[in-house]
């Protein structure tokens, strides 16, 4: 697992990043899909808000409950027993799951505490694990959202997408210049 500092976003930012990203995926001939909790769909609308993002997306699933992420994803009940519906462990299967029933090149999953409640000393609202499968690279993301200066549910899930399609897009440029 990545963890790392996250500052500010903007609307204006992310949406360019979000544009440059289905071109890329575009140019590229690969699709994406998401697996999202508590962004609640925020990465499925971001990207079919871009025009021609029917040639690159191939699923968005808000698995919110536990018993959804089991049922639709495949997350044992043991790992969300033993680590938490809030962990890297979550977010990595739920990002295998959602390989397995999409088959698209990335998939991005989202699990955290968008607050203002359900946080905990040991979980503070803030604490967003991403995990990705981008061409068949597993790994998971914890950004430091906790540390943003504003901690609003909307500014989480806001920067949460914002770090999922930086990364995203870093490593569909990187594959490029290879």
């Known amino acids: 697992m990545v963890s790392s500092k996250f500052s500010e976003c903007n609307a204006e930012k992310l949406d360019k990043t979000v544009n440059d990203v289905v071109k890329l995926l575009e140019q590229k ?8 909790s508590c962004t609640g769909g925020l990465l499925s609308e971001l990207i079919t808000s871009v025009s021609g993002a029917s040639a690159v997306f191939e699923l968005g699933i808000c698995t919110y409950s ?11 009940a043991g790992t969300i027993r033993d680590f938490g519906v809030v962990s890297e462990e979550t977010a990595l299967s739920m990002v295998r799951g959602l390989k397995k029933c999409s088959g698209a090149d990335v998939c991005v999953s989202v699990t955290g505490v968008a607050g203002p409640s359900g946080g905990t000393a040991e979980t503070p609202v803030g604490t967003v694990y991403i995990g990705f499968d981008i061409c068949g690279r597993q790994f998971v993301c914890l950004p430091e959202l906790w540390k943003l200066s504003d901690r609003s549910r909307e500014n989480i899930r806001r920067c949460a997408a914002a770090f999922a399609f930086e990364t995203i897009e870093k490593m569909l440029m ?3 210049t290879d």
């Open 29 to 36: 001939g690969l699709t994406i899909s998401t697996a999202e």
């Open 66 to 76: 536990e018993r959804i992420k089991t049922e639709f994803l495949g997350v044992s």
């Open 174 to 176: 990187e594959a490029r």
